[in-house]
């Protein structure tokens, strides 16, 4: 390839990372229906319990928007919001992980937090080991070895301009975590120490670097030092492990075989089976089977659903038997940079073609580009592709449907 023309594919890059969709594994909280509502939450747990398998649970613990919300309020909030959940599950529904979603430690002291922690083996059945990720701005004053102490055994250091977050990163690695991973968030022209901060994370080798998502762009993003940072992985020797995830490359890597079994939760994080997730907080959202659905975002409004005994579901939505089978093909393209068109046809016994028959047109810029390649009935992303993954999963839905 000429230094020319590598050029003006690297453009072509710059503008499509900037106009990719946010949003495309799932609707956003707008496109939910009020109508939806406390008795859909219901009806899908009862559905859930008696059909969905495999039976592995996620909880997301998310935050309060204020800062001055008293910890023992928000933690009295939690424990309510988790026992409901409980009070609906069947007894052999497991708890295979936790995610602490970003400011979960900064409202809730150690003390507290390792509370929550242990309300939910109290409250539901969890499996051996459940893991505990908990997700820390590398701005934030929290210490990760008192994350550790209370039973953290993950832990990701989201990317901070202007912040040292390989230093904090280096601290979680030397506390006992039994993974640690590096999140980037899209970087901005005042940030000119992106690429340093992610050149001294390479040094420091943890399992997993998530490359930065278009859900938060800053107000003048730099596409440049994005693809870059892209770059610096692969000549790293990371792997692409499924959505914006890139895996350290001496650990075991799942088959990725387009088959549409490994799926990406509500979360973003890539997983060799699905799970249900429930969504525990103030504007949580939940997945359960089929079903999607959100906690009311204002905190006096869900305090008060959960004083009457409600876990204060605000909207949701049911996915139709075509929208299921398009999250198929898009989870796949998302979890394995690839599909197989032939298993989604066995699966569903319908020809794939027909029921997609409006992506090809939109597919074939990407083929051109060498960003993506048919081989047979198999779909392969390629090269600077694994960056637009957003935009040829979206080509599969409808327009309306991607924002």
């Given at each position: 390839?000429?230094?020319?023309?590598?050029?003006?594919?690297?453009?072509t890059?710059?503008?499509?990372?900037?106009?990719q969709?946010?949003h495309?594994?799932?609707p956003?909280?707008?496109?939910?229906?009020?109508?939806?509502?406390?008795?859909?939450?219901?009806?899908?747990?009862?559905?859930?319990?008696?059909?969905?398998i495999?039976?592995?649970?996620?909880?997301?613990?998310?935050?309060?928007?204020?800062?001055?919300?008293?910890?023992?309020?928000?933690?009295d909030?939690?424990?309510v919001?988790?026992?409901l959940?409980?009070?609906?599950?069947?007894?052999?529904r497991?708890?295979?992980?936790?995610?602490?979603?970003?400011?979960?430690?900064?409202?809730?002291?150690?003390?507290?937090?390792?509370?929550?922690?242990?309300?939910?083996?109290?409250?539901?059945?969890?499996?051996?080991?459940?893991?505990?990720?908990?997700?820390?701005?590398?701005?934030?004053?929290?210490?990760p070895?008192?994350?550790?102490e209370?039973?953290?055994?993950?832990?990701?250091?989201?990317?901070?301009?202007?912040?040292?977050?390989?230093?904090?990163?280096?601290?979680?690695?030397?506390?006992?975590?039994?993974?640690?991973?590096?999140q980037?968030?899209?970087?901005?022209y005042?940030?000119?120490?992106?690429?340093?901060?992610?050149?001294?994370?390479?040094?420091?080798?943890p399992?997993?670097?998530?490359?930065?998502?278009?859900?938060?762009l800053?107000?003048?993003?730099?596409?440049?030092d994005?693809?870059?940072?892209?770059?610096?992985?692969?000549?790293g020797?990371?792997?692409?492990?499924?959505?914006?995830?890139?895996?350290?490359?001496d650990?075991?890597?799942p088959?990725?075989?387009?088959?549409?079994?490994?799926?990406?939760?509500?979360?973003?994080?890539?997983?060799?089976?699905?799970?249900?997730?429930?969504?525990?907080?103030?504007?949580?959202?939940?997945?359960?089977?089929?079903v999607?659905?959100?906690?009311?975002?204002?905190?006096?409004?869900?305090?008060?659903?959960?004083?009457?005994?409600?876990?204060?579901?605000?909207?949701?939505?049911?996915?139709?038997?075509?929208?299921?089978?398009?999250?198929?093909?898009?989870?796949?393209?998302?979890?394995?940079?690839?599909?197989?068109?032939?298993?989604?046809?066995?699966?569903?016994?319908?020809?794939?073609?027909a029921c997609?028959?409006?992506?090809?047109?939109?597919?074939?810029?990407?083929?051109?580009?060498?960003?993506?390649?048919?081989?047979?009935?198999?779909?392969?992303?390629?090269?600077?592709?694994?960056?637009?993954?957003?935009?040829?999963?979206?080509?599969?839905r409808?327009?309306?449907?991607?924002a």
């Open positions: 390839m000429s230094v020319e023309t590598a050029g003006m594919d690297d453009a890059l710059h503008v499509a990372l900037l106009q969709p946010a495309v594994l799932f956003t909280p707008a496109e939910l229906s009020p109508g939806f509502a406390e008795a859909g939450w219901r009806a899908a747990m009862q559905a859930s319990n008696e059909h969905l495999p039976r592995a649970l996620t909880l997301g613990f998310c935050a309060p928007p204020h800062e001055l919300e008293r910890a023992e309020n928000v933690l909030a939690l424990l919001c988790v026992r959940h409980a009070n609906m599950l069947a007894s052999d497991e708890v295979a992980a936790m995610v602490l979603q970003p400011g979960i430690v900064e409202h809730l002291p150690p003390a507290l937090l390792g509370r929550l922690l242990d309300a939910v083996p109290e409250q539901l059945c969890t499996i051996a080991r459940p893991q505990v990720e908990v997700r820390l701005d590398a701005a934030s004053d929290v210490a070895a008192a994350l550790r209370v039973g953290c055994t993950r832990m990701t250091v989201i990317d901070h301009a202007g912040v040292n977050g390989p230093a904090m990163l280096a601290q979680a690695q030397q506390t006992g975590f039994t993974a640690c991973y590096y980037l968030r899209v970087p901005c005042a940030d000119v120490s992106f690429l340093q901060r992610l050149q001294r994370v390479l040094e420091l080798a399992e997993r670097i998530i490359l930065p998502s278009p859900a938060l800053p107000e003048y993003p730099l596409p440049t994005w693809l870059q940072a892209w770059r610096l992985l692969r000549a020797g990371y792997l692409p492990l499924g959505g914006d995830h890139y895996q350290r490359p650990l075991p890597m088959l990725r075989n387009g088959d549409g079994q490994r799926h990406c939760d509500l979360l973003g994080v890539p997983r060799r089976e699905r799970h249900d997730l429930l969504g525990i907080g103030v504007g949580a959202c939940s997945q359960i089977g089929d999607i659905c959100r906690i009311e975002p204002e905190p006096s409004h869900w305090r008060a659903c959960l004083v009457v005994g409600q876990p204060g579901i605000s909207s949701g939505l049911i996915l139709s038997e075509h929208e299921r089978m398009t999250d198929e093909v898009v989870q796949s393209l998302a979890c394995d940079h690839a599909l197989d068109m032939r298993a989604f046809e066995w699966r569903n016994a319908q020809p794939f073609d997609f028959e409006h992506a090809w047109s939109r597919v074939a810029m990407f083929i051109e580009r060498g960003w993506l390649r048919r081989d047979g009935d198999m779909l392969l992303i390629q090269n600077e592709g694994e960056l637009l993954w957003r935009m040829i999963a979206a080509c599969f409808p327009l309306a449907a991607v």
